[in-house]
């Protein structure tokens, strides 16, 4: 007769074989498989846990397939804004020296203007001047 307990069967796995949904990082050596309510005793096939294990890894793998789909859609999506934000940064940075531009020729024409109408005024003033030493001089 076999001196197990009835209640709980235990289990030795090999180190490639994990427990499905288990931690994956270390080697589990051991796992607990309840029995049913009846006397008779369940078997675990050592195929059977490499099949779940498979099924498992495979799990997994869709998962990180998933994953990495993701992160890739994701990084793509920054990179098209990247450079959405970068053409907009351009536009202001061109709109910026366009503005410059402008206000700086606009400034250099009000300049021009200013110092012509200072020439004017400085012509007419020695006219003016001119014309009272005449008038001065006739009388004389």
């Known amino acids: 007769m076999n001196t197990e307990p009835t209640s709980v069967m235990a289990l030795r796995i090999d180190e490639n074989i994990h427990a499905p949904g288990g931690p ?5 050596t051991s796992l607990q ?3 049913s309510l009846s006397t008779s005793k369940r078997r675990v096939h050592a ?5 779940l294990d498979k099924h498992w890894q495979m799990k997994e793998e869709k998962e990180k397939l ?3 789909e993701n992160r890739i859609r994701r990084l793509e999506f920054e990179d098209q804004r990247a450079k ?4 907009l940064a351009h536009k202001k940075a061109d709109n910026m020296i366009e503005n410059r531009q402008r206000h700086f ?19 007419q003033r020695l006219l003016n001047e001119q014309m009272r030493k005449e008038s001065k001089n006739k009388i004389h």
């Open 105 to 123: 020729e606009d400034m250099l024409m009000k300049k021009n203007y200013y110092l012509n109408l200072q020439l004017q005024e400085n012509k």
């Open 47 to 51: 195929e059977g846990l490499k099949m």
């Open 33 to 35: 498989i309840p029995l």
């Open 66 to 68: 998933q994953t990495m």
């Open 24 to 28: 994956r990082s270390g080697s589990i």
């Open 84 to 87: 959405k934000m970068e053409e």
